[in-house]
T-cell receptor, first 115, second 112 residues
């Protein structure tokens, strides 16, 4: 079955702009999590959506927001971009249960560069 | 938030050598996943360990979950250049699912 897809793969924006990233999870998966990865901070959790509801949230400012649609596809939005937002944004999909075998499967990521 | 500490941060070895990467926490976790990530790509799941003391093998990779479920290790035998990448551990499951559960990662470089 098809894996997690993310679009676009690469994006260049300037400070102050906003950006929307998209993630399509594996068919049947209801949970989508978003992560920001930078060389200095590693993989940091942004938020998780399950059945169109935000179930968990990391420690990021309100400029970072997301949503999930009824078909489980998810979008992430960053407003008023800052230079420090340059990163690889990863989306992970899972079945969404809270048990020990709730494995996450990652997409290839969107590389965002803010100039 | 329960942090995971990985060591070493960087590992540079010659092809054919053995290596071990460690993932430790001060708290017990229900299960742990290991991933390998190549530059510009997302992490790829290697294994999930659930039971304390569990050992799982994936070709030349051996994963171990500590008896107390607070630590895990990844051992690679006879490393190859194709093993080069970032190795990440992640705490899985629980009600705080997804929150800051990744270790910082180990960057492994295997030289020919």
């Amino acid at each position: 079955k098809a894996g997690v897809t993310q679009t676009p793969r690469y994006l260049i924006k300037t400070r102050g702009q906003q950006v929307t990233l998209s993630c399509s999870p594996i068919s049947g998966h209801r949970s989508v999590s978003w992560y920001q990865q930078t060389p200095g901070q590693g993989l940091q959790f942004l938020f998780e959506y399950f059945s169109e509801t935000q179930r968990n949230k990391g420690n990021f400012p309100g400029r970072f927001s997301g949503r999930q649609f009824s078909n489980s596809r998810s979008e992430m939005n960053v407003s008023t971009l800052e230079l420090g937002d340059s990163a690889l944004y990863l989306c992970a999909s899972s079945s969404g249960g809270l048990g020990a075998y709730n494995e996450q499967f990652f997409g290839p990521g969107t590389r965002l560069t803010v100039l | 938030t329960q942090l995971l500490e990985q060591s070493p941060q960087f590992l540079s070895i010659q092809e054919g050598e053995n290596l071990t990467v460690y993932c430790n926490s001060s708290s017990v976790f229900s299960s742990l996943q290991w991933y390998r990530q190549e530059p510009g790509e997302g992490p790829v799941l290697l294994v999930t360990v659930v039971t304390g003391g569990e050992v799982k093998k994936l070709k030349r990779l051996t994963f171990q979950f500590g008896d107390a479920r607070k630590d895990s290790s990844l051992h690679i035998t006879a490393a190859q250049t194709g093993d080069t990448g970032l190795y990440l551990c992640q705490r899985a499951g629980g009600t705080s699912y997804g929150k800051l559960t990744f270790g910082q990662g180990t960057i492994l470089t295997v030289h020919p």
